[in-house]
């Protein structure tokens, strides 16, 4: 039988927020009970970890962070651990975001070295791949999606510790979307991959898409096979589009 998924939609603010946006985390909390097929996630910027995570306290919402380093203290200027992401309150951690592979140079080594940091500190860690648009158009999708999965995915992975999101580089703010049938393959692709490495568990590892999803287009990505989310940018900031994706799941 099929593993049972239970979507997520998360919202990766990226370096977008100050103390005054916890007006749209309250949206989000004030209509969460009324999503009731789908987790929901707030992943707000670093500074406003703690906050969030106290206000979203005993509410369905989940708050999360963007990055971790890989070690649990020491000198590094300016960097998060993942116990302290933790401490904050956070219950997961985005890693490998194609922003930090592209603009901080982070390899598939150090991806899962985050994804291990963000296990120890007891966070799930969401693990981000992705082809860029040259590797698309030279048909290497697929084959780059397997190098990231086997370089950033610790031994050890399971249902519960582990979110993979599909995100191609492309589509990332740009509006464009893969069709539904790329986003099919891609994630049939993972899907498979998962199940090979991580048997049971890895059917159970939830697959989130993301990738310039908006409510117009929430519901034709999301009914794609083993597509289990989003994993929202841009739309993330505004609570009623934001909620508009996760009405997918209505
Ligand atoms: O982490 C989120 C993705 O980078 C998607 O961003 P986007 O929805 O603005 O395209």
Same mark, same amino acid.
């Given at each position: 039988?099929?593993?049972?998924?239970?979507?997520?939609?998360?919202?990766?603010?990226?370096?977008?927020?100050?103390?005054? $946006?916890?007006?749209?985390?309250?949206?989000?909390? %004030?209509?969460?009970?009324? &999503?009731?097929?789908?987790?929901?996630?707030?992943?707000?910027?670093?500074?406003?970890?703690?906050?969030? %995570?106290?206000?979203?306290?005993?509410?369905?919402?989940?708050?999360?962070?963007?990055?971790?380093?890989?070690?649990?203290?020491?000198?590094?200027?300016?960097?998060?651990?993942?116990?302290?992401? =933790?401490?904050?309150?956070?219950?997961?951690?985005?890693?490998?975001?194609?922003?930090?592979?592209?603009?901080?140079?982070? $390899?598939? %080594?150090?991806?899962?070295?985050?994804?291990?940091?963000?296990?120890?500190?007891?966070?799930?860690a969401i693990v981000c791949i992705g082809e860029?648009?040259?590797?698309? &158009?030279?048909?290497?999708?697929?084959? &780059?999606?397997?190098?990231?999965?086997?370089?950033?995915?610790?031994?050890?992975?399971?249902?519960?510790?582990?979110?993979? =999101?599909?995100?191609?580089?492309?589509?990332?703010?740009?509006?464009?979307?893969?069709?539904?049938?790329?986003?099919?393959?891609?994630?049939?692709?993972?899907?498979?991959?998962?199940?090979?490495?991580?048997?049971?568990?890895?059917?159970?590892?939830?697959?989130?898409?993301?990738?310039?999803?908006?409510? $117009?287009?929430?519901?034709?990505?999301?009914?794609? =096979?083993? &597509?289990?989310?989003?994993?929202?940018?841009?739309?993330?900031?505004?609570?009623?589009?934001?909620?508009?994706? %996760?009405?997918?799941?209505?």
């Amino acid at each position: 039988m099929a593993a049972e998924r239970r979507p997520l939609v998360a919202g990766n603010w990226k370096m977008n927020g100050l103390k005054a $946006s916890i007006g749209e985390l309250d949206a989000v909390i %004030a209509a969460a009970s009324g &999503v009731g097929r789908c987790d929901l996630m707030v992943c707000p910027p670093a500074t406003l970890v703690a906050a969030f %995570a106290a206000r979203a306290a005993g509410t369905p919402v989940a708050i999360g962070g963007q990055d971790c380093h890989a070690e649990m203290s020491g000198a590094f200027t300016g960097d998060i651990a993942a116990e302290m992401l =933790a401490d904050a309150g956070a219950t997961a951690v985005i890693v490998g975001h194609s922003e930090r592979r592209t603009y901080h140079e982070e $390899s598939d %080594a150090e991806v899962r070295a985050k994804a291990l940091a963000a296990w120890r500190a007891g966070l799930t860690a969401i693990v981000c791949i992705g082809e860029t648009k040259d590797e698309r &158009v030279a048909g290497k999708t697929l084959e &780059v999606l397997g190098v990231q999965l086997a370089g950033s995915l610790p031994d050890g992975s399971t249902a519960t510790n582990l979110v993979v =999101a599909y995100e191609p580089v492309w589509a990332i703010g740009t509006g464009l979307t893969p069709t539904a049938a790329d986003v099919a393959e891609a994630h049939g692709f993972i899907r498979d991959r998962l199940m090979a490495r991580f048997g049971a568990e890895g059917e159970g590892v939830r697959v989130l898409y993301g990738g310039s999803v908006k409510p $117009s287009n929430a519901a034709e990505l999301m009914a794609v =096979a083993n &597509v289990d989310g989003a994993l929202v940018g841009g739309a993330s900031l505004k609570a009623t589009d934001f909620l508009g994706i %996760a009405g997918a799941y209505r």
